[in-house]
């Protein structure tokens, strides 16, 4: 196993850390455009308005994914210290057969290797990795912590694989060895035929897919097989936290939900970390009761329409906290779980 990246000097204070920015990489998407022909799974169904409209909103991403120091400007203008670099959702790319999905997850980690070299105090970045083939996956890992990325970023399923699969346990195994993070993003929803219109195959359909992604860890028995898994899940875990009483009540009731688990599943929330990208500042503050101040770390979703354009102040309008609570949430448990 590779190890762990050197962990610079600490600061007496964390830096300001937004953990949830996406970066659309020219190679990736030639890669694609030259490799997806009769491979690629079909686009989600979506209105002919809201197809134009992400057409407008991908030239904004690719603006921000090529000019870094336009991306700089917005980090500072918002007091960003730093921001953890991730794949855009197109580069998972676990439709492709093994040995491409290898290929072209090392041209993301190399070229996104080569940004945090040039701006080394701006930029951190997760990994990605061809999770369809678990040991290549494992593979690039390992060479992706050798480059200096600081944790790996995931979708909530493979093509045909929930992400508490056993097929997939060499990865978890390998996740929790490198002691860093792993982010867990949807791509979308699995089963768009209902969410066509109105955008609802993001902005319901994505926080239902990271119920289904944390349901799937907790109900595998993954968490008590791997107890040092650092997972971190977008948008505030999707709808499951905050509606985690029916399941607790399931599992009272059906045996069916305690084949591999002998605690509630609310009792595994306090096991993820999970991001501010929730629009709602009491939807923070809920989180922060239901898990624990120091499971939750800023994120903005950078660069894309539905950003929140100032995490900063977002975080500032969270009821309840504490100063040493704001700044742990703003960078401090995050610069923990990258060792920064």
């Known amino acids: 196993m590779a190890k762990t990246p050197k962990t610079p000097k600490a600061r007496a204070i ?15 998407q ?25 057409k407008r909103q991908d030239a904004t991403v690719r603006s921000r994914s090529t000019d870094m120091r336009a991306r700089i400007r917005d980090m500072d203008r918002v007091g960003i210290d730093i921001q ?49 083939a678990p040991k290549l996956a494992v593979r690039e890992l390992e060479r992706a912590v050798g480059l200096g ?11 045909d694989k929930e992400l508490g699969d056993p097929a997939l346990e060499p990865f978890w195994e390998a996740a929790e060895a490198t002691g860093l993070p792993v982010y ?22 994505q926080p239902l897919e990271e119920a289904m992604a944390m349901s799937s860890i907790i109900y595998s028995g993954l968490l008590d097989r791997y107890p040092r898994l ?7 875990g ?25 605690r509630k599943p609310s009792a595994y929330m306090r096991k993820f970390y999970y991001d501010t990208c929730v629009y709602n500042a009491d939807m923070v503050q809920f989180l922060a009761r239901k898990v624990g101040v120091g499971r939750i770390v800023m994120g903005s979703d950078y660069p894309v329409f539905l950003k929140e354009p100032d995490p900063v102040a977002f975080v500032k309008k969270v009821r309840g906290l504490k100063a040493r609570d704001r700044r742990r949430i703003t960078g401090g448990t995050a610069a923990r779980l990258l060792k920064l």
Request: glycine residues 6%.
């Open 230 to 236: 650092k997972i971190v899940m977008a948008h505030g």
């Open 149 to 159: 990325h600081r944790g790996v970023q995931i979708s909530s399923r493979t093509e």
């Open 238 to 262: 999707g709808f499951l936290p905050y509606y985690a009483g029916r399941v607790d009540r399931a599992f009272d009731i059906r045996p069916e939900t305690r084949v591999n688990i002998n």
């Open 184 to 205: 867990v993003h949807p791509h979308g929803f699995t089963n768009t035929e209902r969410m066509g219109e109105y955008f609802l195959w993001n902005s319901i359909a």
């Open 30 to 54: 030639a890669w694609i455009r030259a490799n997806a022909r009769g491979t690629r799974r079909p686009r989600p169904r979506v209105s002919p308005a809201s197809a134009a409209f992400q």
């Open 14 to 28: 964390a830096p300001v850390i937004d953990f949830h920015t996406h970066i659309n990489m020219p190679e990736v």
């Open 84 to 132: 953890v670099i991730s794949a855009h959702l197109t580069h998972y790319c676990y439709w492709a057969p093994a040995r491409l999905g290898l290929e072209v997850a090392k041209i993301f980690n190399d070229h996104a290797a080569e940004i945090v070299a040039a701006h080394p105090d701006r930029f951190v970045c997760l990994a990605t990795v061809p999770l369809q």
